[in-house]
């Protein structure tokens, strides 16, 4: 099984690599859903005040980050450098800001702001991360013939 998945996506039948590209997007997606769970009942913490109570942790947030940048690597690793943002880098950022627009704030919110921030965050994180893992795949060619081919 480990040989399977450690073999580039070039070298798979196009079913496979599908399958494992959708597997990955969701990967994704539900590693947002449970580190940052989204609190339907959003609420002033008192009712004087102006922000919201939030289920977002600074572990939970970490957490995003380290399944996100392991995500990446592989992508990064095994497939083209464009795919690990559309499969890492873009369901969070569809989840957020769908988030953002289920939750409405005060006139003059910081929220559109806060996701175009987050998203350019996330998507440099992971082309960061995709590109130091993609490095490593040089080494890995010279050892292996199937692996030359640098695309």
Request: proline share 10%; with cysteine; glycine share 8%.
């Amino acid at each position: 099984m480990t040989e399977k998945l450690l073999r580039p996506m070039r070298t798979r039948p196009m079913p496979e690599r599908w399958l494992i590209r959708l597997l990955g997007a969701a990967l994704a997606a539900a590693a947002y859903l449970l580190c940052l769970p989204w609190d339907l009942r959003n609420r002033p913490a008192t009712p004087e005040a102006a922000q919201e109570t939030t289920p977002v942790t600074v572990a939970g947030v970490l957490l995003l980050a380290l399944a996100l940048l392991l995500l990446a690597a592989y992508f990064g690793h095994w497939d083209g450098l464009g795919w690990p943002l559309l499969l890492v880098a873009a369901p969070p950022a569809a989840l957020m800001y769908a988030s953002f627009r289920t939750h409405p704030g005060p006139d003059a919110s910081f929220r559109p702001l806060a996701w175009g921030s987050f998203t350019l965050l996330i998507a440099g994180g992971v082309f960061v991360a995709a590109g130091v893992a993609r490095t490593f795949r040089g080494e890995w060619a010279r050892e292996d013939p199937m692996l030359s081919n640098p695309l």
